[in-house]
Structure formats: C-alpha cells, structure tokens
T-cell receptor
Framework: GNSVTQMEGPVTLSEEAFLTINCTYT??????LFWYVQYPGEGLQLLLK?????DKGSNKGFEATYRKETTSFHLEKGSVQVSDSAVYFC????????????FGKGTRLSVIA | GAGVSQSPSNKVTEKGKDVELRCDPI?????LYWYRQSLGQGLEFLIY????????KSGLPSDRFSAERTGGSVSTLTIQRTQQEDSAVYLC??????????????FGPGTRLTVL
C-alpha cells in the first residue's frame, strides 16, 4: 500500500537558518504530493503541493520538488522565522482522483530567536 | 468564506458511552473525509464520502465506528461504546473535485475526544 516516511523530529533551528525536512514515499502509480502545516492551536493547512514529477510546489518561502527517481518530496526554506514554528506533515494522494490522504507522522519544528 | 466547521471542539466522555461528532463542510464541496490524529498513530484516514456514491469505509478501525452524510452536506461520525484508545483528535476535511487530479482538502479545527 501507499506510505509516507518523513524525518523524525523535533527539529530546533535558530532564526534565519536553512531548513530541510526529508520526505520519501511509496506508492503505486503517480501520486500527488503535499505538505501540510499545523500551527500551534490551529487546524491543518495546505502549505504546498505538486501533482507530477519534477513539479515544484512553493508557498511562503517554502519549496518542495517532486522527485520520482528518488521518490522524495523534501521541504526546504532558506531562512526560517520564529513564526514558522509548527508541525509539518508530508502526504500523498492517489492520482486516480480524489482519494484520502496518506500522511507521514509529522515533524515538529521550533525556531528560536 | 466560511471554512470547515466541527462540533463540539472538545468532548469528554466515559468509557462505554456513545458519542457523535459533527462536521459542516465548505458549501459546494462534494467530497468529505474523516481522519483521526492520535499520538501513537499520527494522522489516519477513517471514511470518505463523495457525492451520492457509497462511502469508502476502509479506514474505520472497528464496527463501533460509523458515519453518515445527510443531504450531501453535514456529516456525523458516531463512535459506539467508546474505549480509551478512541481518545484522539477527529478531523474533518472537504474538497471539490476538479476531475482526475488530487484536489486540496480543507481541514476543520477538529474535535478533541477524551475517553475516561
């Protein structure tokens, strides 16, 4: 079955540091890939997505590139801020249509000033 | 516009009692999903409704769990004879299919269920 593996947290960074959160997936066919973010006390929000190989999703300074050859969708940001502190979830959806998301276990990021 | 809403936001119940959790999707969204977020298991899919099609119940962990969606809008997730392992945050999401490509699911704030 489909699965998502993302790096264990928590991750603690200083403000303006470079962020990478690794995500790899196992899927049949050609899934769509997502990063969701959960800020403290808030619900899950879509951060970015990519629907086919070599697509790059980007939002709020975050980027992730759909790499079919390495089955990866790593999240990166060049300079994190305290306000980026949150839990980040990598997820996939079967490309056959609207299907439930399969999530990784989440990575908690704390950014300190 | 209004997002996905869920009620109650918190529910504390005693083991063995039944609970009902409600989800109001975004107006016009035909797809509705229930997920569960717990410390040990992360985010797990429970059940999925799409329009008038039969729901995909493949994620329900036991026959104590059921859900319905009336009039293609509001959904209720029912847990019968609750157990302590049912304690979790129950999340609802909705989306509007655009045909063949996975669409963005919009999540509600969740209902935190605590079974004593």
């Amino acid at each position: 079955g489909n699965s998502v593996t993302q790096m264990e947290g928590p991750v603690t960074l200083s403000e303006e540091a470079f962020l990478t959160i690794n995500c790899t997936y196992t899927a049949t066919g050609y899934p769509s890939l997502f990063w969701y973010v959960q800020y403290p006390g808030e619900g899950l929000q879509l951060l970015l997505k990519a629907t086919k190989a070599d697509d790059k999703g980007s939002n709020k300074g975050f980027e992730a590139t759909y790499r079919k050859e390495t089955t990866s969708f790593h999240l990166e940001k060049g300079s994190v801020q305290v306000s980026d502190s949150a839990v980040y979830f990598c997820a996939l959806s079967d490309h056959s249509g609207n299907t439930p998301l399969v999530f990784g276990k989440g990575t908690r990021l704390s950014v300190i000033a | 516009g209004a997002g996905v809403s869920q009620s109650p936001s918190n529910k504390v119940t005693e083991k063995g009692k039944d609970v009902e959790l409600r989800c109001d999707p975004i107006s016009g969204h035909t797809a509705l999903y229930w997920y569960r977020q717990s410390l040990g298991q992360g985010l797990e899919f429970l059940i999925y409704f799409q329009g008038n099609s039969a729901p995909d119940k493949s994620g329900l962990p036991s026959d104590r769990f059921s859900a319905e969606r009336t009039g293609g809008s509001v959904s209720t997730l029912t847990i019968q004879r609750t157990q302590q392992e049912d304690s979790a945050v129950y999340l609802c999401a909705s989306s509007v299919p655009s045909g063949g490509v996975a669409d963005t699911q919009y999540f509600g704030p969740g209902t935190r269920l605590t079974v004593l």
